[in-house]
């Protein structure tokens, strides 16, 4: 496939699969650096090919449960995600891919 298609892709996934936690994450606890929940993608950056897919995942530590992940592909005519995290590359360029997680802390009594 057409490399130049590949590194715009790759380039700005890594930029965009920052993730939005929306909050702390320390509800009605005081937290170390030991017990701070930690929530990321597995992969910073992706580069893919037209008609290719990769799978993201959320990775969780110190997380009690995740309620929701949410994923969006900000131009679907570049790559679109779906709802468990495959992103498949329909056109040559770059775009950014965001998920958002709704979680629990470990010993938080809600979701943050």
Known sequence: ???FFRKPVAACLALALIM???G?????????AATKPVVKLNKSSVSITKGKKAALKVVK?????????TWV?????IA????KG????????????????KY?????????
């Open 86 to 101: 495959v992103v498949k590359g329909i056109k040559k360029g770059s775009t950014v891919v965001n998920a958002t997680v």
């Open 24 to 32: 702390t994450g320390n509800i009605g606890q005081v937290a170390d």
């Open 1 to 3: 496939m057409d490399k």
């Open 61 to 69: 530590k110190n997380v009690a449960s995740t309620k929701k992940v």
């Open 104 to 112: 629990k802390a470990k010993g938080a009594s809600q979701f943050t």
């Open 73 to 77: 592909s900000k131009d679907k005519k």
């Open 80 to 83: 679109t995600v779906s709802s």
């Open 20 to 22: 939005s936690q929306g």
